[in-house]
T-cell receptor, first 112, second 112 residues
């Protein structure tokens, strides 16, 4: 069964304290791994798509990396406005259809 | 531009009401999705339209009825909902079903 596990469930950082979020996955035939940021009561905001092991993408203070079994979202010198829930999802073929399988998310809080 | 719009932003309805949620995108995407999200949970797929045809129905109760009038519009018709249907309803779109999905801001639904 295709699964996505995110850790930790919640993370509290001080402003400027760098850290990483983890997304481990088991899927037969990875078609893509996606990172989204979601603020309370709003829709997920697309951050990155990764397709193959070794791939890396960066945007401002965020950097996403991918291996054959997991992805990391590295946050460098975070600011309070980076506080949000970060969702990881993998594109999987289930029952003959393409679907996104989401992890439960990591809630990040950055204190000033 | 990666904007998906949804109306209304908030909706309160009784269990005997009929209402509709609307979603629109002008990115030329040919796949559109409805998700349901409960508090502190990841989005849960409900329906997928690919080239204006329903391709996935995740065993959603018949009180939810999707409609795709054209390639830019997606509706979700609601009838005789239950209080447990209260949630954030998200629309998303992508070029094709295997590509990056972009989410709208959601409609917050409360069923009384």
């Amino acid at each position: 069964e295709d699964q996505v596990t995110q850790s930790p469930e919640a993370l509290r950082l001080q402003e400027g304290e760098s850290s990483s979020l983890n997304c481990s996955y088991t899927v037969s035939g990875l078609r893509g791994l996606f990172w989204y940021r979601q603020d309370p009561g709003k829709g997920p905001e697309f951050l990155f798509t990764l397709y193959s092991a070794g791939e890396e993408k960066e945007k401002e203070r965020l950097k996403a990396t991918l291996t054959k079994k997991e992805s990391f979202l590295h946050i460098t010198a975070p600011k309070p406005e980076d506080s949000a829930t970060y969702l990881c999802a993998v594109q999987a073929l289930q029952g003959g259809s393409e679907k996104l399988v989401f992890g439960k998310g990591t809630k990040l809080t950055v204190n000033p | 531009d990666t904007e998906v719009t949804q109306t209304p932003k908030h909706l309160v309805m009784g269990m005997t009401n009929k209402k509709s949620l609307k979603c629109e995108q002008h990115m030329g995407h040919r796949a559109m999705y409805w998700y349901k999200q409960k508090a502190k949970k990841p989005p849960e797929l409900m329906f997928v339209y690919s080239y204006e045809k329903l391709s996935i129905n995740e065993s959603v109760p018949s009180r939810f009825s999707p409609e795709c009038p054209n390639s830019s519009l997606l509706n979700l018709h609601l009838h005789a909902l239950q209080p447990e249907d209260s949630a954030l309803y998200l629309c998303a779109s992508s070029q094709r079903t295997e590509e990056t999905q972009y989410f709208g801001p959601g409609t917050r639904l409360l069923v009384l």
